[in-house]
């Protein structure tokens, strides 16, 4: 059953064509999501589908009830951000609409809280249309990918994980392309070449016309007519040459090898001791004494809920509190949402430089992988957006004379496309990273060891995110909540399903599941 539709819809802003649509369906039981880079139009898209806007060209036809959930929440309150954002999910939930559409709804959640509201929007039978710079988030609860390129929204079916297979997919088929491009062009430059080489020599009696007979069929129109018929097939060449369609070549990441300091000194050695260091605010206890230690080289993640202590952590590293003892081989860098560090009337390249040891190749490449291209260093900062400063700040500390990074919320304000390529930065970073981010997926690629603050208690697990989540469901093991989780896969399946092909055989079988499920949440209560 279809709740919405749209033909030929077209978003400018001023003279920009912000959005092109061709055509646009969110049937009964769809759970899209939207992505792009920050500024493509996912926001205005949203607004338009809400009826909250108009779109430039076409109309957006439905008799659904919708309702939108706003990136920009009120914060004209004494309520933490995460405490603001669940009471917008509750309002939203709360009135059962036909299409939900959430921008940025893990938007200060913590993972608890995210995966609480993953379960949530599973149990709801509302179609959904999600913006989320959360990739594990959208593939738990994703059927089909929309993407906003250079204004061109495209469908892809499937989660996130299913759209970036078919995204590399067409990335290589392009570079085939291109490869297949160049040889032909090669191929025509080498023809052409031939034929005027040939068209230049065709002055020249042939080997194998006599001296008579050139003079009984005259030299010059035997040669002229030679000469044009070479001059005709390199004209034809050129044509070809012509017509030829371009094929771009695929931007290829250059490699990143930094000099950190002291290296030779510090990687595999323990380079920071945490002995019994107790975590106070006022007269209120986020963790009991406690010891771990950290060596050169480690890619930890701090997690726990919000407000148990995980930036009071960091900052007690940064400050060497009393307990603490650092290597004097380790060179700390500490980045946080606070920007004032950027000259906001330099230019990216002089803010990024001003603290480096670096060449500047190798800064060029950095920001280059941050997609700062070419003349793109060059801007003034002042001009940037949010996240885009968010990616300076980083590059300039990443490339700083430091062999640690002790990183609080690296990824807030950041597209996927920008997430992924700081992700890329840190996997190939040879130094000690202390991470803190809600975002699963970057800790899955990047963590060694994750260390928890829970129950006011601190644990350094050894292992990665993923054995860490096994060893905690081990743990925790209960058959109802297993039974569940299974439950809530097929529940995702019988969408997946429903979404590609409707019918009332698979209606049913999906209302089933979900009263068996709510069976069993009734009977664990």
């Known amino acids: 059953m279809i709740l919405l539709e749209s033909r030929e819809l077209k978003i400018y802003v001023k003279d920009q064509l912000l959005v092109d649509a061709e055509h646009l369906t969110i049937q009964q039981h769809d759970r899209i999501g939207l992505v792009g880079t920050n500024g493509s139009g996912k926001t205005t898209l949203l607004e338009v589908l809400a009826g909250q806007k108009q779109s430039s060209e076409g109309a957006v036809i439905s008799n659904a009830t919708r309702e939108l959930l706003p990136q920009l929440k009120n914060t004209n309150t004494t309520k933490s951000g995460g405490e603001v954002t669940q009471e917008y999910i509750n309002q939203a939930l709360a009135k059962k609409t036909d299409i939900l559409l959430a921008d940025e709804p893990t938007t200060n959640l913590d993972t608890e809280h995210i995966e609480k509201l993953e379960n949530q929007l599973l149990r709801r039978q509302?179609?959904?249309?999600?913006?989320s710079h959360d990739r594990a988030f959208l593939d738990s609860l994703c059927t089909t990918i929309w993407e906003i390129d250079d204004g061109i929204l495209r469908e892809y079916k499937?989660?996130?994980?299913?759209?970036?297979?078919?995204?590399?997919?067409?990335?290589?088929?392009?570079?085939?392309?291109?490869?297949?491009?160049?040889?032909?062009?090669?191929?025509?430059?080498?023809?052409?070449?031939?034929?005027?080489?040939?068209?230049?020599?065709?002055?020249?009696?042939?080997?194998?016309?006599?001296?008579?007979?050139?003079?009984?069929?005259?030299?010059?129109?035997y040669f002229a007519n030679k000469q044009?018929?070479?001059?005709?097939?390199?004209?034809?060449?050129e044509t070809r040459l012509e017509k030829l369609q371009t094929v771009e070549k695929i931007k290829e990441s250059s490699p990143i090898k930094m000099d950190l300091p002291n290296d030779e000194t510090f990687t595999g050695r323990i380079v920071?001791?945490?002995?019994?260091?107790?975590?106070?605010?006022?007269?209120?206890t986020l963790w009991q004494e406690t010891h771990f230690h950290i060596k050169g080289g480690d890619k930890i993640a701090i997690i726990g809920k919000n407000g148990s202590g995980k930036t009071t952590l960091l900052k007690k590293l940064v400050n060497e509190d009393k307990g603490?003892?650092?290597?004097?081989?380790?060179?700390?860098?500490?980045?946080?949402?606070?920007?004032?560090?950027?000259?906001?009337?330099?230019?990216?390249?002089?803010?990024?430089?001003?603290?480096?040891?670096?060449?500047e190749t190798l800064i060029r490449t950095v920001l280059a992988r941050l997609h700062f291209?070419?003349?793109?260093?060059?801007?003034?900062?002042?001009?940037?957006?949010?996240?885009?400063?968010?990616?300076?700040?980083?590059?300039?500390l990443f490339v700083s004379d430091i062999n640690t990074l002790l990183l609080d919320e690296?990824?807030?304000?950041?597209?996927?496309?920008?997430?992924e390529a700081l992700e890329e930065l840190l996997l190939d970073y040879v130094g000690t990273i202390l991470l803190v981010t809600h975002d699963r997926r970057f800790i899955q690629h990047i963590a060694t060891r994750v260390l928890t603050i829970e129950n006011q208690e601190i644990h350094l697990?050894?292992?990665?995110?993923?054995?860490?989540?096994?060893?905690?469901?081990?743990?925790?093991?209960d058959p109802v909540e297993d039974e569940l989780l299974l439950l809530d896969t097929k529940i995702s399946e019988t969408l997946s399903r429903l979404s590609i092909d409707p019918s009332e055989e698979l209606d049913q079988e999906f209302q089933e599941l979900l009263a068996k499920k709510k069976e069993l949440e009734n009977g664990s209560d």
Do not use: C
């Not at 070419?374 to 300039?396: H, M, N, P, Q």
């Not at 990665?464 to 989540?469: G, I, M, Q």
């Open 126 to 131: 509302a179609a959904l249309v999600i913006v």
């Open 158 to 221: 499937g989660n996130y994980t299913d759209y970036d297979a078919q995204k590399e997919l067409e990335r290589r088929q392009q570079e085939n392309a291109y490869e297949n491009y160049v040889k032909k062009k090669q191929q025509l430059e080498n023809a052409l070449e031939l034929k005027e080489k040939k068209a230049n020599r065709a002055t020249k009696a042939p080997k194998n016309v006599s001296s008579s007979e050139a003079n009984a069929i005259g030299a010059k129109p």
């Open 228 to 237: 044009k018929k070479l001059r005709k097939s390199a004209k034809a060449i």
């Open 272 to 284: 920071l001791r945490w002995n019994d260091v107790t975590g106070l605010i006022a007269d209120r």
């Open 324 to 359: 603490i003892t650092i290597s004097p081989a380790m060179k700390i860098g500490y980045f946080s949402q606070n920007l004032d560090v950027l000259d906001l009337n330099a230019s990216i390249l002089e803010n990024v430089r001003s603290t480096s040891n670096q060449d």
């Open 373 to 396: 291209f070419r003349d793109d260093v060059y801007k003034s900062v002042g001009i940037l957006s949010g996240g885009e400063r968010v990616k300076v700040a980083f590059a300039k």
């Open 410 to 419: 690296p990824t807030n304000f950041l597209d996927i496309e920008a997430v």
């Open 461 to 477: 697990f050894e292992g990665t995110y993923d054995a860490y989540k096994n060893h905690v469901s081990q743990v925790e093991a």
